[in-house]
């Protein structure tokens, strides 16, 4: 029998699951997922931070359908697979590094952040937050529920539904 993604994030543990995974995983809402970015697309995003980007499903479709050139990854475990496949730069930060200010991001229009905000640590997800704010005026937040991100540096602008993802645009409010 097969564990679900999340299953097996619970079983192995999130670092595991992607040690032994990173070279096939997909994400299985892909299309939900670029139907909730499209929805919050707005032309004026020139420059992207993949956040959290896997394989580069987001870079890839956005390179493809928006025309975006540029667009930067960051994945502390899918790295190089980004790299094979988008042909991008790729930042190799984990969660950890960008909550305890660890990191050298170019700053970017927006990031998108597409179904990985729920295997945060609870315990830094809201100084990642912040860390991320210092980057960009703009976050994109796709996941497979409603949770809100309820933050002091983020304000949520936009939600969308399509299946069973959810995507939500925050504006940074300092």
């Not at 032309?43 to 499903?57: I, R």
């Not at 730069?89 to 960008?98: K, L």
């Not at 305890?100 to 998108?112: H, Y």
């Amino acid at each position: 029998m097969t564990l679900s993604i999340r299953k097996e994030y619970e079983t192995l543990g999130v670092d595991t699951y992607y040690s032994d995974h990173a070279e096939t995983y997909n994400n299985p809402h892909a299309v939900f997922a670029l139907s909730c970015l499209d929805q919050l697309w707005n032309k004026d995003f020139k420059s992207v931070l993949d956040f959290a980007c896997g394989d580069g499903l987001v870079s890839k479709h956005l390179a493809k359908t928006q025309c975006v050139d540029g667009i930067v990854g960051c994945d502390k475990f899918m790295f190089s697979r980004y790299i094979k496949e988008t042909h991008n730069e790729c930042f190799q930060y984990s969660f950890e590094d960008i909550s305890n200010g660890a990191f050298e991001l170019p700053k970017v229009d927006v990031i998108v952040f597409s179904y990985a905000i729920d295997i945060v640590e609870s315990s830094y997800l809201n100084t990642m937050l912040y860390g991320l704010s210092t980057v960009s005026d703009n976050l994109i937040v796709i996941r497979p529920n409603n949770h809100v991100v309820e933050h002091f540096a983020w304000s949520l602008h936009k939600t969308v539904k399509t299946e069973k993802s959810r995507g939500m645009l925050y504006t940074k409010t300092i």
